[in-house]
């Protein structure tokens, strides 16, 4: 039990230097708001898009609605570690580009705690950046006031960008009275970024423009959670599903710098602007339903909204030319997610294996200019392979492959294909064993 302990702590350590060295994106989507968002559910639930709200399953951690930590078996102690790879195909008019990246996604460990009391633990991403692309343009004389009176000339825009948040939980959940459950994630909410826009110009003067935006966010999160179950049929059981995400400001200054070089003289000025506590998290809720048909099929629906749309965001005012918290900057997110898991039961293998699909739709939560960011849409499919041995048969390998394509009008345009792996440790720790 101590060496289990121990591996289990060890694992989670070696997941947060993992989360705090790489991101799971080269987009340049990402320099937007806080990021590309994450996809926060487990292995066993990205096989149907994420769908989880309204999930309730005794051999599977389901993060996303806490209420359902109150499902886990009194001796059953289970852990799920989480990897993902992707290719990304980047295409802008007749421009084409792919990317590869992977990272480890999430270790996250759930038993019972008391009768009818859940709880789990662990580390999930928030969201992700990284980016590094250039672009060309003409500046125009009406403009060389914000550039130090450069005057008329082309430059060049490169755009670099690192960073990402996370979230370390520890959650319980709570069956209060038959069918009815409720619970809650506890979350230490960390991680940084840093932005850089180097603008290079064409102009005798050799002028290097260099603005640089960063932040550095340890907070606080907390999401809520409840489950209704009933038998609904001799062979039926629906499971509806609510959860609620508290918003409240981070309490970081996000910070701007500005260095101004000429490469000839060597002169270089600085400027320096903030705003104070200049992130937040969004109010958000969802709701779930799902149907559990005869201890084979599962078929579910999820709504989730985030009210990015009432929070402001750190800007540079065009008028002016100062750093400040600005409205109408991001917009609320609708998700829209459709599931199923089927096992078809019986002793042979593969009618051991769940069959999952699904399949997501989501609009985007921050404006581009005054257009809308890119829309998301995600089809899933995938296994759950059960691992049997002389003392334990079920312990799975989730495995899913997903396609989502993110796109806007006249921007640039998304096709991930993304593979992802989990292991979802089940096994009975408190058994007292008996030997004749």
Known sequence: MKKRIFGSMLTGLMAISAMGQVSNTLSPYSQFGLGVLADQSLSSSRGMAGLSIGVRDSRHPNVVNPASYSAVDSLTMLFDL?????????????????AKTADFDYAVGSFRLMKNVGASFGIIPYSNIGYNFYNAEWIGSHESDYFGGIGDNYYNNTYQG?????????????????GFSIGANISYFWGKYEKTVTS??????????????????????????????????????????????????????????????????????????????????PYSF??????????????????????WGSLDYPMV??????????????????????????????KKFFERVHYRMGASYATPYYKIGTQDGPKELTLSAGFGIPIVNSWNNRTSLNISAQWV?????????????????????????FAKWKVD
């Open 82 to 98: 989480g990897v993902s790879g992707q290719i990304t195909n980047f295409k802008e008019g007749d421009a084409s580009k792919n």
């Open 162 to 178: 690192n960073g990402g948040f996370s979230q370390a939980f520890l959650g319980f959940g709570w069956e209060f009275t038959k």
């Open 200 to 281: 290079v110009f064409s102009d005798s003067y050799a002028n290097t423009l260099t603005r640089t935006y960063s932040i550095n966010v340890s907070n606080w999160k907390l999401d809520l959670g409840a489950q209704w179950c009933t038998d609904i049929s001799k062979n039926d059981r629906l499971t509806l599903g609510a959860v609620v995400g508290i918003g409240h400001k981070l309490g970081a200054d996000a910070k701007m710098s500005i260095l101004n070089t000429n490469t000839n003289t060597g002169v270089s000025s600085t400027t320096t602007d903030s705003v104070a506590n200049g992130l937040s998290l």
């Open 286 to 307: 969802g709701f779930g339903a799902s149907l559990f048909h005869k201890n084979s099929l599962t078929v579910g629906v999820d709504y989730q909204m985030q009210k």
């Open 317 to 346: 005012n065009n008028d002016t030319k100062h750093y400040e918290a600005t409205s109408g900057v991001l917009c609320d997110r609708h998700k829209f997610t459709v599931g199923l898991d089927w096992i078809p039961g019986g």
């Open 405 to 429: 394509h993110t796109s806007a009008k006249d921007l640039l345009t998304d096709n991930t294909f993304r593979i992802n792996i989990g292991l979802t440790f089940n096994e009975r720790w």
